[in-house]
């Protein structure tokens, strides 16, 4: 199977006064096409660093960080830009919806930035918001909306642009567990059927076992366990 992403002795250190923080110290990880990983780790294990990695949001310390055999380490800023509106869409566990927008506006904004013709990129935003069940919500705001609405309106902004990596932060973080499990439900159609490689941060073993079929554990910055099912 193909190769998405593979690191190798990837990390990053931050220094806060004398302090040196390895957030992240050594992490080789190898990402198959169409695999569903979950990513866990308690609070300040690396998750979220490694996703920003991923994301091309920050830069490694040392280490190589390949996306589709492309290293990130080396790219500018221009073509690190171009990666994340081609490569990657993001969920967060605060959604990060504009509060003024419908979730029609939200969604086409993701394609706006790539230069997608207006007409077109409506027309997108109103197919992805049918596909995640909010045919009927596509011009309501976010405060209009219920926290597993809002979610799925992000869902559909993170794949506007029809990337192969969805990377998830927590997503069910803010959602009740019936909620929850109707997005997780929604990410792994997304993976089955969509053929859309997912990395899943959770704090939660039980998620990653019944989602993931690639799960890993960071502890301080390194690779505790692995496995594959």
């Not at 992403?5 to 004398?18: A, N, S, V």
């Not at 230069?115 to 049918?130: D, K, M, S």
């Not at 109707?182 to 969509?194: A, M, Q, S």
Request: net charge negative; charged share 20%; glycine share 10%.
């Amino acid at each position: 199977m193909a190769v998405v992403l593979e690191t190798r002795d990837l990390k990053k250190h931050y220094t806060m006064g004398q302090v040196v923080v390895r957030a992240l110290d050594g992490v080789s990880l190898t990402i198959e096409c169409g695999e569903f990983l979950g990513l866990l780790g308690t609070s300040g294990s690396g998750k979220s660093t490694l996703l920003n990695l991923i994301a091309g949001l920050d830069r490694p310390t040392e280490g190589t960080l390949k996306v589709f055999d492309q290293d990130l380490a080396g790219m500018s800023r221009e073509e690190l830009s171009v990666h994340r509106r081609k490569n990657v869409g993001m969920i967060f566990q605060s959604f990060n919806l504009i509060p003024t927008m419908s979730a029609l506006e939200n969604v086409s904004l993701a394609m706006m930035f790539a230069g997608v013709p207006r007409t077109q990129r409506l027309q997108r935003a109103e197919e992805l918001l049918g596909s995640v069940g909010l045919g009927g919500r596509q011009l309501h705001k976010p405060n209009e909306l219920s926290g597993g609405e809002q979610q799925r309106v992000a869902i559909a902004r993170a794949l506007a642009n029809d990337p192969a990596i969805l990377l998830a932060d927590e997503p069910t973080g803010n959602l009740d567990s019936r909620t929850a499990r109707e997005i997780l439900g929604l990410l792994h159609e997304l993976n089955l059927h969509g053929g859309k490689t997912i990395v899943l941060v959770t704090h939660d073993s039980n998620i990653a076992s019944q989602f993931a079929h690639h799960t890993v554990a960071l502890l301080d910055g390194q690779i505790v366990a692995e496995a594959r099912s």
